[in-house]
């Protein structure tokens, strides 16, 4: 009998999974309350990265002139700039949803929840369905966190998901947050020409992350005119109109600073979309932030129901949610043996999209400082290679951690142009148990960028 596999949710765990099943002769079902696509589609990293790919088209037009141009000022237009955002968002979904249907994989428009551990009912436009499945996949993703100190309005007071289309462009901005997302939204306004500020909790942009990467990107910042304010936590987040009848945001802090702009943007994390979805009917544990817990296969404590994406609580990554809805699918069929690679989520690259770009994989050093682990440390600047000269952008590095006695690379660091596509020739180094002789010896192309990772690897 052919398996009967339900997919709540189509990000990318939802669809990966559902291509992969029913390529793999799985009867594949998906149900979405919005857009296939989800919101990474939606909100999440094609808005932003195509809008920060017009702000770096700014941002290089204020450096052309070191390349025998005549420098002149952009123009933002905001309507073509929106037409850009939705035309890139609805390929996407119309590409996405027509690889899901010409797999025979069924779309249902609503919103699930579970009735048993066998059946999930689904309101739609016309009614409640109840649909029966042998094997599910929960991928229902996150949304943005809100603390009950901050009320956003969608129109002073946003959420990264009311940045999208662009209404207006905020003259000034503060930017609570200054993870992934915050550093993103900060060098994204901060192209467009606002006045931003960042409210940073600790005393480093990017807390964790390794400090001569986060240093390199404060001091972008500071040359920006973007004011970080470090150290702070912010408590309230308010309108107010000031004497001159002015509308602005207050943005004041525990340890009493305040800071005044016209727009002000959470992104201090998110939360799983666990609620309502009725998981006890199922038997499917979830744990106090609402996360639902899974072994290494993204099975949860139901053996026939799977968890991937963001609400596993792994990494909150679009390529980690997709490559757990290709090993789902993977077991559900069955294909799992003793050979079969399990997901490390330890060996997954991810990058920042400021300027310079910040991509990183494996190891880091601080983590190996920490637990005594013995490691050499190689690093490269962009400034020793022709191409960083040629493009006239010599900012940034790559450093490559190996293990001292093997030469097996262990991870790596690239800050600077190109740093998001470059970092996978680490990240193949790391999943392939790679040495650093290996990329050392590769036939590179002369002039590129690659010849610092050659470099640092020899
Ligand atoms: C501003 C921002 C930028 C980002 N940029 C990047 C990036 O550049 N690269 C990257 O790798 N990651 C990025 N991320 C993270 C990435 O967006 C998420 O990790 C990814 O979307 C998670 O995928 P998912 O499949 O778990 O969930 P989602 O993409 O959130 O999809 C879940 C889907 O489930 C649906 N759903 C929820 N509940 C129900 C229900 N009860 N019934 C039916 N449907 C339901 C939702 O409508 C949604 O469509 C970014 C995140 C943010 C906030």
New binding site residues.
């Given amino acids: 009998m052919t398996l009967r596999f339900l997919i709540?949710?189509?990000?990318?765990?939802?669809?990966v999974a559902a291509t992969h099943a029913a390529r793999l002769g799985a009867e594949v079902t998906v149900?979405?309350?919005?857009?296939?696509?989800?919101?990474?589609?939606?909100?999440?990293?094609?808005?932003?990265?195509t809008m920060i790919a017009t702000g770096a088209a700014i941002s290089f037009a204020h450096r052309i002139e070191g390349m025998g141009l005549v420098q002149a000022e952009p123009e933002v237009d905001v309507a073509s700039l929106t037409d850009r955002i939705e035309g890139i968002k609805n390929h996407m979904r119309d590409d996405t949803t027509q690889l899901l249907t010409s797999q025979g994989v069924r779309l249902v428009h609503?919103?699930?929840?579970f009735e048993s551990a066998h059946t999930v009912a689904?309101e739609t436009r016309s009614g409640t369905e109840l649909i029966e499945f042998d094997a599910c996949l929960v991928?229902?993703?996150?949304?943005?966190r809100i603390p009950d100190w901050c009320h956003p309005d969608g129109e002073r007071i946003l959420t990264?998901?009311d940045?999208y289309p662009p209404k207006v462009f905020p003259e000034s901005v503060t930017v609570v947050g200054s993870g992934?997302?915050g550093v993103?939204?900060v060098h994204m306004f901060s192209s467009f020409g606002a006045k931003v500020t960042l409210v940073v909790s600790r005393q480093q942009v990017l807390p964790g992350k390794d400090p001569e990467v986060a240093a390199v990107l404060e001091e972008d910042f500071l040359q920006r005119g973007v004011k970080l304010l470090m150290g702070a936590r912010a408590e309230s987040i308010e309108r107010e109109t000031n004497e001159d009848g002015v509308e602005q945001v207050v943005v004041r802090c525990d340890d009493g600073r305040v800071v005044r702009s016209s727009h002000a943007v959470l992104?201090i994390g998110?939360v799983p979309?666990t609620d309502?979805?009725n998981l006890e009917a199922a038997g499917v544990l979830v744990d106090r932030g609402g996360y639902v817990p899974i072994n290494h296969h993204c099975v949860t404590s139901q053996p026939h129901i799977y968890a991937?994406?963001?609400?596993?609580g792994k990494?909150?990554?679009?390529?980690?949610?997709?490559m757990?809805?290709r090993k789902v699918a993977e077991h559900v069929m069955g294909l799992h043996t003793r050979d079969h690679r399990h997901l490390d989520y330890d060996k997954a690259a991810?990058?920042i999209?400021t300027e310079p770009e910040i991509a990183d994989v494996g190891l880091a050093e601080a983590d190996a400082f920490a637990t005594g682990r013995k490691i050499r440390v190689t690093k490269v600047p962009f400034s020793a290679t022709p191409k960083a000269l040629i493009n006239h952008d010599s900012r940034g590095f790559v450093k490559i951690i190996s293990d001292p006695a093997t030469g097996v690379v262990l991870g790596g660091s690239i800050v600077g142009r190109h740093a998001a596509e470059l970092i996978s020739v680490i990240a193949l180094a790391v999943t392939a148990n790679l040495k650093v002789t290996d990329i050392a010896e590769s036939l590179l192309v002369h002039p590129a960028l690659s010849e610092a990772l050659a470099e640092a690897s020899d």
Avoid: M, Y
Avoid at 308 to 312: E, V
């Fill in positions: 709540i949710g189509g990000g990318p765990a939802g669809n149900i979405e309350r919005d857009v296939i696509g989800g919101a990474a589609h939606l909100w999440d990293c094609i808005p932003s990265k609503g919103t699930a929840t689904v991928a229902t993703g996150s949304r943005p990264t998901r940045c992934v997302t993103e939204f992104a998110s979309n309502g979805l991937a994406g963001d609400i596993s990494l909150p990554l679009s390529s980690v949610a997709s757990q809805g991810s990058a999209f």
